[in-house]
């Protein structure tokens, strides 16, 4: 699950964007940071750069058929 996602433009230069991804990356790892990036026994994890895009272009790739029933079932 990606709770929170953070993204970048498209078209970023592939430096910038593992530069980006390697910092996030570091700073989700670290204790010291808000004591992790999930509450203990939550089971959360922070989703990693190429995971999270994976998801995002699967999520693309959804027949727009199924993307207007999910619009139609959260209204309710």
């Not at 990036?37 to 727009?64: F, H, Q, V």
Request: negative net charge; glycine residues 12%; aromatic residues 4%.
């Amino acid at each position: 699950m990606m709770a929170r996602p953070y993204v970048a433009p498209p078209g970023i230069p592939p430096e910038r964007l593992n530069a980006l991804r390697a910092a996030f990356d570091a700073t989700m790892k670290d204790p010291g940071v808000s004591g992790g990036c999930a509450a203990p026994g939550s089971g959360g994890t922070a989703g990693l750069g190429p995971e999270a895009a994976a998801l995002i272009d699967e999520i693309y790739a959804s027949p727009r058929a199924v993307v207007k029933l999910a619009i139609e079932v959260m209204k309710e």
